[in-house]
């Protein structure tokens, strides 16, 4: 009976001292190396180098997306800048959305045809070997409507981070707490954590979706359309949150409001529909294609005259 | 003008007719279930007793209690459940979940459709056939009650597979564009999503495996001493009723009482399922409280 105590005890220990090990696994992932007893400082520090990991450049290459016969997006090609917020702009039915859910591969849950390339810091997450899920724990996405899970505040965001299996619970606080900091809900809501996330107002649920996808530091950021479902108060908070990540993440961001692109953009794309397949006609620094631009469209459908 | 105003009279009048008619049918179904509970209420209230429950028959059931009749019933529930659930729960998640564009869904589907369309002493037959005489179960609990899960299985499996289709599209981009895996978007956002179709399909499952008699008349037997194993035979309490209305003359009394206790023990379960299904899935919220209180 005592044997079997003390084997159970050095067990129990064993299961303990790798918990502490993946711990340590995380630190490295952020260039760190640390001792056991500081766990607490380690995890800090490594949530402070990850803060500092470049975003990547992603540059979609000559994408098609069909749907049947019906064609999405036809030759797409766009530079997205490291770091920069862009803007997707342009009519209903352009392929707009569609592109953005190529990126991180939702496309996988469409019945569409992809061909083409992306790559995010020079690799294809359009290869079939690419690891979708560690694709998409890189690549965050927030939706038009927000889209919390029915669950509680504090579990919308523990769910992914379980998921991923980040399973300690100090770690999981801390992460936990810095999402929801970067996305200015922690002092409106840090008194009821346990509460459904689907008590929040319309403006904290897409921020709670916002800090679900940041609680998991991607360094991409996929947007789409995250203001439309969103009242005029809501969505100013929604913009000066968006525009503090600029810098540390690469965002890529659907809009239909030419004025919010324009505020908060570096670069703007814009999406046409022609020859019944969307493209992009025009991709530039924001002010420049809003004064300058080179494309008839563009001029058109930025000063509001078509489209 | 004129014209236009009788018009706008006549519709409301129409309006009214129409409105009383419907609740006139309301009040018609609700009075049909009225009248048969108070019927069962008087006829068979005075014979329920503790007695009537821990007591075995005498006499062909004209006295003594239901007691091994209620074991027996038990037994062959919790058979049919413990078959049926896995099964469907499984069969359910790959339909809802895991099948799309596969022709073997058709057909599955297809052939579900087709077995709830079966009528219950068909499958009493086909029970009769394949588990008591090709099996050689003979006539018992563990044949009745894995008769009763062919029988439930169609229904537990299209109410949760309605379930699951009907849990919002946004939830599922949701988790996808987390990179959660599918194993766990399912455990822990589609099922909870679909417990109350689970609930439904269970309580619809639970009632149909109650109510039936014909299926079970040549599975399970009808003797009415107490089981020992789920090999030994036994008598339901809807045999029972049936046998004590058709076969027993002065029986009708504890018929009617059996009745009553059938229709609470169907209550019972309900409550119970409906507890179970609140504490294994809406826990969530609750289970998460003071972890960031300090």
């Known amino acids: ?59 979609v290459c000559d994408i098609d997306i069909s749907y049947g016969n019906n064609i999405a997006l036809r030759g797409a090609s766009l530079n997205v800048k490291a770091g920069a917020i862009t803007a997707l702009v342009g009519p209903s039915g352009c392929g707009k959305s569609s592109l953005l859910s190529v990126i991180n591969r939702l496309s996988d849950l469409q019945p569409c045809r992809v061909s083409g390339r992306v790559l995010i810091n020079g690799t294809d997450v359009l290869a079939p070997k ?4 560690m694709l998409r724990r890189q690549v965050g996405m927030v939706f038009q409507r927000p889209n919390p899970f029915p669950l509680s505040i504090v579990d919308n965001l523990r769910l992914p981070l379980r998921e991923h299996g980040i399973r300690d619970g100090v770690g999981q606080n801390e992460r936990i707490e810095k999402a929801l900091r970067q996305v200015g809900l922690w002092e409106e809501i840090n008194m009821r954590l346990n509460q459904s996330a689907l008590q929040l107002s319309g403006g904290q649920q897409q921020r709670l979706c916002i800090a679900r996808a940041l609680v998991l530091e991607p360094q991409v950021l996929l947007l789409d359309e995250p203001c439309s479902a969103l009242d005029p108060l809501s969505i100013a908070v929604i913009e000066k949150l968006i525009m503090r990540l600029r810098g540390q993440y690469t965002v890529l961001m659907v809009t239909h409001n030419l004025a919010q692109a324009r505020r908060i953009a570096d670069e703007v794309a814009v999406c046409w529909v022609s020859d019944g397949a969307g493209c992009i006609v025009e991709v530039g620094p924001t002010e420049k294609l809003f004064t300058a631009p080179k494309q008839r469209i563009t001029a058109a459908y930025l000063n509001g005259h078509q489209g | 003008m004129h014209s236009g105003l009788a018009l706008r009279c006549d519709s409301r009048l129409l309006d009214r007719v129409a409105q009383t008619l419907l609740w006139l049918l309301a009040a018609l179904v609700c009075g049909v279930f009225c009248w048969l509970l108070f019927d069962i209420v008087i006829e068979g209230g005075a014979g329920l007793s503790w007695s009537f429950l821990s007591q075995l028959p005498e006499d062909a059931g004209r006295a003594g209690g239901i007691a091994s009749i209620l074991v027996a019933t038990l037994a062959v529930l919790v058979v049919c459940l413990s078959v049926a659930l896995p099964i469907g729960l499984g069969t359910a998640i790959w339909l809802a979940e895991y099948s799309d564009h596969l022709i073997v869904a058709r057909w599955v589907r297809r052939s579900l459709q087709l077995l709830a369309g079966v009528p219950s002493i068909v499958i009493g037959l086909f029970g009769y056939a394949f588990f008591c005489r090709a099996l050689g179960l003979g006539y018992s609990l563990l044949a009745g009650g894995l008769t009763l899960a062919c029988m439930v299985l169609p229904l537990l499996v299209g109410a949760l597979e309605a379930g699951l289709r009907a849990v919002p599209e946004p939830l599922r981009q949701g988790a996808a564009a987390l990179g959660l895996s599918q194993a766990g978007t399912l455990l822990h956002l589609l099922l909870p999503a679909a417990a109350p179709a689970l609930m439904a399909g269970l309580i619809l499952s639970v009632g149909r495996a109650l109510a039936e008699t014909a299926a079970l008349l040549f599975t399970s037997g009808y003797v009415t001493r107490m089981p020992e194993s789920l090999a030994d035979s036994g008598r339901v309490l809807s045999v029972h009723i049936f046998d004590l209305t058709m076969n027993v003359a002065g029986g009708d009394h504890y018929a009617y009482t059996t009745a009553l206790v059938l229709l609470g023990l169907l209550c019972a379960i309900n409550a119970l399922a409906r507890l179970a299904v609140g504490v294994l899935f809406n826990g969530n919220v609750r289970r998460n409280e003071q972890v960031f209180s300090q």
């Not at chain 1, 690419?130 to 899920?133: A, C, L, R, S, W």
């Open chain 1, 1 to 59: 009976m005592n044997k079997l105590a003390t084997r159970g005890y050095s067990w129990l220990n064993k299961w303990l001292f790798s918990e502490k090990s993946i711990l340590r696994l995380d630190a490295r992932a952020g260039s760190l190396q640390c001792d056991e007893p500081s766990v607490n400082l380690c995890a800090q520090f490594a949530q402070i180098e990850c803060q500092r990991a470049a975003p990547p450049v992603i540059e």
């Open chain 1, 130 to 133: 690419t690891d979708v899920m």
